[in-house]
Antibody, heavy 120, light 110 residues
Framework: EVQLVESGGGLVKPGESLRLSCTTS????????MSWVRQGPGKGLEWIGR??????????DYAAPLKDRFTILRDNSKTTLYLQMNSLKTEDTAVYYC???????????WGQGTLVTVSS | QSVLTQPPSASGTPGQWLTISCSGG????????VHWYQHLPGTAPKLLIY???QRPSGVPDRFSGSKSGTSASLAISGLQSEDEADYYC???????????FGGGTKVTVL
């Protein structure tokens, strides 16, 4: 059974940093295309970025508005994906999901999300 | 304002046929596959349809997808109460070099 579990969310102040983790099991992590997607309050889904699998070059793509503040990392030995968020703004308040693509789409499997609240 | 346009809501009675539209442009739906996701708030979103019209194993065959030009549709035949959820279309946008989602459609079963 494929499982993705996000953690690391919480309440932070504007300008602060936060690192989210996505621990996975049951999938071929090293070759999976791993993504972060967020959903702000009352809003739809917004793509943050993706880390391609090793067989596809292991390269990164980011949503243009976020690439200067957000960084995606992966540890294949721990089958874990990370999202480093810097200079957080109130508009970054959202539920953050990680997703795994293993052949059908970039988002074949999803985690349940972790809530990040940016407020003074 | 989402790049892909979906109706914010749709509703039907049990057993009814329901369709959800997703409208885009040449740089996204016009050239790339469309995928659909079902999301119940508080839970993990679920892949419902991939590559325009393919169903992952375990997804009931009353869910179907189609694409024509710069638009796509999700159809639910024989609507059931458990289909109450938010539905999102998604595709890659060549101009933005990134994934774009529709704004989501909230389906209510009356």
């Amino acid at each position: 059974e494929v499982q993705l579990v996000e953690s690391g969310g919480g309440l932070v102040k504007p300008g602060e940093s936060l690192r989210l983790s996505c621990t996975t099991s049951g999938l071929p992590f090293i070759n999976a295309w791993m993504s972060w997607v967020r959903q702000g309050p009352g809003k739809g889904l917004e793509w943050i970025g993706r880390f391609k699998g090793k067989n596809d070059g292991g390269t990164l793509d980011y949503a243009a508005p976020l690439k200067d503040r957000f960084t995606i990392l992966r540890d294949n030995s721990k089958t874990t994906l990370y999202l480093q968020m810097n200079s957080l703004k109130t508009e970054d308040t959202a539920v953050y999901y990680c997703a795994a693509g293993v052949g059908s789409s970039d988002f074949d499997y999803w985690g349940q999300g972790t809530l990040v609240t940016v407020s003074s | 304002q989402s790049v892909l346009t979906q109706p914010p809501s749709a509703s039907g009675t049990p057993g009814q046929w329901l369709t959800i539209s997703c409208s885009g442009g040449n740089s996204n739906i016009g050239t790339n596959s469309v995928h659909w996701y079902q999301h119940l708030p508080g839970t993990a979103p679920k892949l419902l349809i991939y590559r325009n019209n393919q169903r992952p194993s375990g997804v009931p065959d009353r869910f179907s997808g189609s694409k024509s030009g710069t638009s796509a549709s999700l159809a639910i035949s024989g609507l059931q109460s458990e289909d109450e959820a938010d539905y999102y279309c998604a595709t890659w946008d060549n101009s933005l070099s990134g994934w774009v989602f529709g704004g989501g459609t909230k389906v209510t079963v009356l």
